[in-house]
Structure formats: structure tokens, C-alpha cells
């Protein structure tokens, strides 16, 4: 039997690009990357990757709301990197909450 061909993947239409499309979903709400990839269904992995440029940007700074520990209640505010800890430096817990992040303009 001959396999039917599949049909090509049509990506989705978009009227402005990935990043200025989290920048507006972002402004007046925080979200976790989680949430974000699910609404501008890309990957998380990308998600890390355009907030990491966002907040070179000039025009808009990106608030980063720091990532916790659910045993101990731990707040990473130090921490740099933007993706979510594996564990916890207090207690060796895992069970981490995202980091969320949310943008405000730059005067």
C-alpha cells in the first residue's frame, strides 16, 4: 500500500513578531514561561530565549518575580540565570515555583 502524503504544515499567521507579542502580554500581567508558551504556542526553551533578549532592551525592562521554594519558602533573588532551579540551597528540597515575569516601561 502507498502511504498517503501528508499535507505541509501551514505555520500560524502572525501580525507582529514573537517578542512584541510577549511584551504586550506581559504589560499589566505576570506570567510564568509556562504560561507564555502556551499562549504564543512556541516552546519554553524559546520563551527563556526571547525574555533573555527582552530585558536587553532599551525601550521596556523586564520585571523578573524570583522563583521559590515550596518546603522551605527559599526566594532565589539572586539568582541570574531566568529558567527555574532544580533545588533548593537551603533544604536540598525540588518542588521549586516558576519564576514569573511581567513588564513595565522605561522612563
Request: glycine share 4%.
Amino acid at each position: 500500500m502507498k502511504k498517503k502524503a501528508k499535507a505541509p504544515a501551514v505555520p500560524a499567521e502572525r501580525h507582529e513578531t514573537i517578542r512584541r507579542s510577549i511584551i504586550t502580554m506581559l504589560q499589566g500581567r505576570t506570567l510564568s514561561a509556562k504560561d507564555i508558551s502556551a499562549d504564543v504556542r512556541i516552546s519554553e526553551k524559546d520563551v527563556y530565549e526571547h525574555l533573555e533578549h527582552i530585558q536587553k532592551k532599551r525601550d521596556v525592562s523586564l520585571v523578573v518575580h524570583p522563583a521559590g521554594c515550596r518546603k522551605c519558602g527559599y526566594q532565589f533573588t539572586k539568582r541570574e540565570k531566568l529558567r527555574k532551579p532544580g533545588r533548593c540551597p537551603e533544604c536540598r528540597g525540588e518542588s521549586i515555583t516558576e519564576p514569573r515575569f511581567s513588564v513595565s516601561e522605561k522612563i
